[in-house]
């Protein structure tokens, strides 16, 4: 489902969603995992997944005629969705929300790369240690280690860990102004 405000413009910064699909990267290919649109849904992760992996996953929300919705940079510039622990999500940013998953078959991250705990912050590494990080990267003309954009480029990313087997469902909300823009239907994973 996706926000019923038939008024909402480009200015208020709503999403206007017709679908959605999870994608893993894959070297320089996106392999697609789940896709929902106009009545049509494929769905790999009922197929079985492997206990005991993670994945660093993308959401990507699609047009009427299930094509990917371009991002406005504008409408996310300055916004690391893997900054936001927890609830503190200003009112103008939209970011997703991952629900109803049994959590001792899956855990769920939203912001993937960004959010890892006790991994160390990108400015606080050394050029070496930024380098070698997945979700950092190092900018020679400032000399210093920033968090990663790439995935603000290309949508929401959150990561999935396998931790036991069973079969479990999930959905993704894109929550904006306090309300959702677009709600998933209920996404079945089966751990084995």
Excluded: K, R
């Amino acid at each position: 489902s996706s926000c019923d405000d038939t008024d909402a413009t480009e200015q208020d910064g709503h999403t206007d969603a017709d679908g959605m699909e999870i994608v893993e990267m894959v070297g320089e290919e996106e392999g697609l995992l789940y896709s929902e649109c106009q009545g049509e849904m494929l769905n790999n992760f009922a197929a079985g997944i492997p206990s005991g992996n993670e994945w660093d996953l993308t959401v990507h929300f699609l047009n009427d005629e299930c094509e990917e919705l371009e991002h406005d940079d504008d409408d996310h510039e300055g916004h690391d969705h893997g900054d936001d622990h927890g609830d503190d999500h200003g009112d103008d940013e939209p970011y997703l929300e991952i629900t109803g998953y049994d959590s001792s078959i899956i855990s769920i991250t939203v912001g993937g790369h960004d959010d890892h705990g006790d991994e160390e912050h990108c400015d606080e590494l050394s050029q070496t240690e930024c380098e070698a990080s997945d979700h950092c990267e190092w900018h020679a003309d400032d000399m210093a280690c920033e968090e990663s954009d790439h995935d603000e480029e290309h949508g929401y990313t959150f990561e999935l860990e396998s931790l036991s087997a069973g079969t479990t469902t999930f959905t993704v909300t894109l929550m904006h102004q306090g309300h959702s823009d677009y709600t998933s239907q209920e996404i079945t994973i089966t751990v084995e």
